[in-house]
């Protein structure tokens, strides 16, 4: 009975002496690895191919010495590899106390490495990506603290990944008067509550301000279990400096027309007042607000002069 159940066991099991011949196989074991049971029983298991790796494992169980959950790998009869987790056990005689061989029980985890090895492969393009992208990316965990530095984001701030990773992100990169709206768009995020397009300033090392546009992800666990925060942000601070500057020379021109010496207005295309300065009203009577959006010709010019 005992033998019919290592035969049909849906786990690779095999057996060899104290002089390391094989002495059991079962059907598994010739299943995953090609070899027949009648090809390799009384050969010396370490000499079949792809099972040399295993020696120093079946030594110690020779000695008493049981092995649980021993990973390694071995090629089949066709070459193709295999990943096993090997239980190997030292078998006695009847009465306990002589060791007679030893017992292994494996399991094919080839899929189960497989799916290991393309998440591996996977999270590091993902983290080639986050590190070599044109963007500053930066995470912090559920606690606020920084477990994501890009090279961008070390780029624009000063501060390197070394540097950056442990510390609290609002407290240390994000100056005292914007801290209370960011903490809030990102324990929004730690909520699943995701923020596109927020305007913030970083502080940088040498206390120069970088002007960043964010969108704060929600980062989960394989469970969905939120774990913190992925930003990926632009760095706008010279598009900041453009649109300030555009608005001072933009009030500067206000202030030039409403205090010229000399009457300016202005008319959009359907000739309505969009512009007023003051030496217009001090001259005509009209305030800015009597005339704005009225037509110029109609309302303002003498009738015998309105064509012309």
């Known amino acids: 009975?005992?033998?019919?159940?290592?035969?049909t066991a849906n786990a690779p099991i095999f057996g060899i002496d104290l002089q390391g011949r094989v002495n059991e196989w079962n059907k598994k074991a010739a299943e995953i690895t090609g070899f027949s049971r009648e090809?390799?029983?009384?050969?010396?298991l370490i000499d079949i191919h792809g099972w040399s790796s295993i020696e120093t494992v079946l030594t110690n169980a020779l000695q008493g010495h049981d092995i649980e959950n021993f990973e390694y790998n071995l090629f089949t009869k066709d070459q193709r590899r295999r990943d096993l987790l090997l239980n190997a056990t030292t078998w006695r005689d009847?009465?306990?106390?002589?060791i007679i061989g030893v017992i292994g029980v494996a399991q094919d985890i080839t899929e189960r490495k497989q799916i290991e090895n393309e998440k591996a492969r996977v999270a590091l393009e993902l983290q080639n990506f986050i590190d070599t992208a044109n963007a500053p990316i930066f995470g912090i965990d559920a606690e606020g603290l920084v477990n994501e530095w890009?090279?961008?984001?070390?780029?624009?701030?000063?501060?390197t990944r070394k540097e950056a990773l442990g510390k609290n992100l609002v407290t240390s990169f994000i100056p005292p008067e914007f801290q209370k709206s960011v903490e809030e768009v990102l324990l929004n995020a730690l909520q699943g509550h995701e923020t596109a397009n927020f305007e913030f300033p970083l502080s940088t090392k040498h206390e120069r301000r970088v002007e960043v546009l964010l969108n704060a992800t929600t980062r989960r666990d394989v469970k969905g279990n939120v774990v913190g925060v992925l930003g990926v942000g632009q760095d706008i601070t010279e598009r900041k400096q453009v649109e300030m500057e555009k608005t001072r020379v933009a009030q500067e021109l206000r202030t030039f027309?409403?205090?010229?010496?000399?009457?300016?207005?202005?008319?959009?295309?359907?000739?309505l007042v969009n512009e007023w300065n003051s030496k217009s009203a001090e001259i005509t009577g009209f305030?800015?607000?009597?005339?704005?959006?009225?037509?110029?010709?109609?309302d303002f010019i003498t009738v015998e002069y309105q064509k012309s």
């Open 94 to 98: 009847v009465d306990g106390t002589t």
């Open 257 to 271: 027309i409403d205090t010229a010496n000399a009457p300016i207005f202005g008319i959009d295309a359907n000739g």
């Open 287 to 298: 305030s800015r607000d009597e005339v704005l959006g009225k037509n110029l010709v109609e």
């Open 39 to 44: 090809e390799v029983l009384g050969k010396l």
């Open 1 to 7: 009975m005992f033998q019919t159940f290592i035969d």
């Open 150 to 159: 890009n090279n961008k984001a070390a780029a624009i701030t000063g501060y």
